[in-house]
């Protein structure tokens, strides 16, 4: 497996990440929010060694450019459709973590002659009405002077478990609390306000969902939104359990990934 740096333009904007040069079907890793492609690295060096890769830095995020710009879902997933056009992928699956996951599925609303399939890693979805309070309270917090502070504590109070390894919740954090201010809270914003519901209705590909122990997300809609929308349960993990349980999320995209093979 080669790893090779690469670049891509849109619109001005230059957006960073890696590609693999193998000749398999091709996936397309989304990172999730306030993150960088090295969250998902362990997927893509797994799935390297006989696929086409491809794992970008979002714009305002890791290496790539683009602070100061527009960062909602739309335009993060326009990013995404950019790149597997510019890479001539085609309709690779996309695995998103997160916010990732989000995008993916926009992307797959929006332009489905780009995707074939989306895996949506943990990603916030269906947020139960009674922490909609909380949601947008993190709003206000994320755009007060206790920006770092407000981060730090949601991770650690609901996106990592009292048992997450320190040093995974280090990582993380040494990450996510890096971010840029104003990418955060636009993209943060714009999943508050997205119709994932909608979209998961009306998503033309099929879905596998990796729900997370302590997922926030109401896993009982799922199944009865969309017809072909795999469920997972990751127990014993948290919410980055690409990162926490590479080989068990590996195994499951895998197998994600030889259904649909079948299929054809």
């Not at 998961?200 to 809609?221: G, W, Y």
């Amino acid at each position: 497996m080669q790893r090779v740096e690469r670049e891509w333009d849109r619109g001005g904007v230059v957006l960073r990440g890696d590609e693999s040069e193998g000749d398999g079907p091709a996936v397309v890793f989304v990172h999730g929010w306030c993150c960088d492609r090295s969250f998902l690295a362990p997927q893509f060096d797994h799935f390297a060694r006989r696929r086409r890769v491809v794992a970008l830095d979002l714009r305002g995020h890791g290496r790539s450019d683009g602070v100061g710009t527009d960062c909602a879902i739309r335009d993060l997933a326009d990013d995404v459709a950019s790149v597997i056009e510019q890479c001539g992928l085609e309709r690779p699956v996309l695995v998103g973590h997160s916010l990732g996951g989000v995008i993916a599925l926009d992307v797959a609303v929006r332009r489905p002659e780009l995707v074939g399939a989306i895996a949506m890693l943990d990603s916030i979805v269906a947020i139960p009405s009674h922490l909609d309070g909380l949601a947008q309270g993190l709003s206000l917090l994320l755009a007060s002077p206790r920006f770092r502070e407000t981060l730090v504590d949601f991770v650690d109070q609901w996106l990592l478990r009292p048992d997450s390894d320190r040093a995974l919740r280090d990582r993380v954090v040494d990450v996510m609390a890096n971010a840029d201010p104003d990418v955060a809270l636009q993209a943060w914003q714009s999943m508050v306000e997205y119709d994932d519901r909608g979209a998961i209705k009306a998503c033309p590909v099929p879905i596998l969902f990796m729900a997370a122990e302590n997922t926030v997300s109401s896993l009982e809609e799922l199944p009865d939104m969309h017809p072909d929308l795999e469920l997972v349960y990751m127990r014993g993990v948290s919410h980055f359990h690409p990162l926490e349980a590479p080989e068990a999320t590996n195994r499951h995209l895998e197998d994600f990934l030889d259904r649909l093979r079948s299929r054809r």
